[in-house]
């Protein structure tokens, strides 16, 4: 379809209680319900499909009311958009496409996050303020030339170690404006991979942010610092 907007509300329910909503129409869906869960497992709340326009998603994704816990993913080749914070607790996965995230906790109050994927992004463009992600990353097989993760705008953080596997060059992007700290400890934990650190923005590993791997490589491209 030409696209739609909705303010339905979304119910996860039994053992795992997994929705998923596709955008593959040629125009944009805009989603202002919340998304709730009773489910007893681990409920998964899937964004998917191949529209590449503005798909918003502005409802809360809420955690549990139950036994359970709510994860989220995001498949897909397309674009999704994550314009508020959400209060689930499970992992946060992106495993096609590009997520963008406009808001601190956009990724939920969980402790992990999983990039997968060679052609997958998590953008960073917060609408107010910088963002902050305390979770631990895990990027694996990504490849894609304007980084696994990108930051448009803003002094956004990555306070997690992030762990590299797969790919032999993972990059991270910073555009002009915009500062991308890698502050885990370790900031990174990686293999044989080369980190690229690219764009007009700045990269900023703090002294006690170490990197730690075995054969791996860093290399800065681009007329931002590190």
Known sequence: GAGETSDRMYELVGTTGNGTINSN????????????????????????????????????????????VTAFTKSGTGLWILPRENGFLGTSTISGGTLRMEADGALGQGTSLVISGTSTKLLLAPTVGNISISQAITISNNSISTGAIESANGDNVLAGTITVSGSATTRYQANTGATLTYSGIPSFAQGTQTLVFQGAGNHTIPLESNITGTSGALTKEGSGTL
């Open 25 to 68: 129409g040629s125009g944009p869906l805009v989603l202002t319900g919340d998304v709730i869960s009773d489910a007893t497992g681990t409920s998964q709340f899937i964004l998917s499909g191949t529209n590449a326009g503005n798909n918003i998603f502005s409802g809360e994704i809420q955690e549990n009311t139950g036994s359970g």
